[in-house]
């Protein structure tokens, strides 16, 4: 559906309706017209699909133009060395479902747009779909056959395994990277959480929370185990964080766990382990009656 904006604007009426933007009445106007042609709003070829393509479109032309330094048709591109080259057709996948798209090219082939890049076949939103189901514990199958049922859109799972290998990527770039060598205070604790690896499980997430000199708080790592929380795996814990780069803390914080604070002088003689109050008065409240 082709709409031309300036006769739109010349059929709607100079005072127009009480209380309304001009963008909403050309809004209005354009959601009228698809329901008088009808056209749906949403769907395949929906008012969203078409208006998405239209925008897209008009961006991929804005960064041609700014790539070549002049406008369509414009005089001054004769003997500049490149010059528009067509367009090639691709569909994307967006939040509003599949989208044929026409991308610009030049004849030097140097246009590498932002917006879709080349050989890019997702929008951001739908990547972000994929990685927000998969945190929820959806199959690369059940993903797949969601977006299909949903937003008509064809992701095969293969694609699906690659968006969110992607997340691991930078996950592990996060996991390695160095760290200050001196904190005032370090903070570990395991958070048990639920786990699908074959069959669902509950694996301890071991936390390590510090403070910098700055007084910020900031996270230095995650580490999944296997089985209960156990001392022997905090050494390998604070070995690795003592490895990034941390020559030594101040004070670390921890609960009760036998033989804790010996792990922690193994890798930092001279840091003081502090038991968490917090588990102590947890500890304490054992010994009191409900009612107290």
Known sequence: MSTDVTAVEESEPATGKQGRSPDE??????VERARAEGITL??????????????????LEGEMTD?????????????????????????VTT?????????????????????????????????????????????????SAHLAEVYGASVSKQTISTITDSVIEGMHEWQNRPLDPVYPVIFIDAVH???????????????????????TREILGLWAGDGGEGAKYWLQVLTEVKNRGVADACMVVCDG????????????????????????????????????
């Open 95 to 143: 939040e509003t479902g599949p989208v044929q798209i026409e991308v610009p090219r030049d004849r030097a082939g140097t246009f590498e747009p932002k917006l879709v890049r080349k050989r890019q076949r997702h929008m951001g939103g739908v990547n972000e779909m994929v990685l927000s189901l998969s945190a929820r514990g959806l199959t690369h199958g059940e993903i």
């Open 25 to 30: 009445q050309l809004i209005g106007q354009l």
């Open 193 to 215: 959480v639920k786990i699908r690896d074959g069959h669902v499980a509950n694996r301890p997430i071991y936390v390590v929370m510090a403070v910098t000199v700055e007084g």
């Open 67 to 91: 790539h070549l330094g002049y406008d369509k048709h414009d005089p001054a591109g004769a003997g500049s060395g490149n010059s528009r080259n067509g367009h090639g057709s691709k569909t």
């Open 42 to 59: 949403t769907g395949e070829g929906g008012l969203l699909q078409q208006l998405t393509k239209t925008v897209i479109e008009s961006a």
């Open 257 to 292: 766990l036998k033989g804790l604070p010996d792990a922690i002088g193994t890798v930092w003689p001279q840091t003081i382990t502090q038991t968490c109050v917090i588990h102590l008065l947890r500890g304490s409240f054992r010994y009191a009656a409900r009612q107290h």
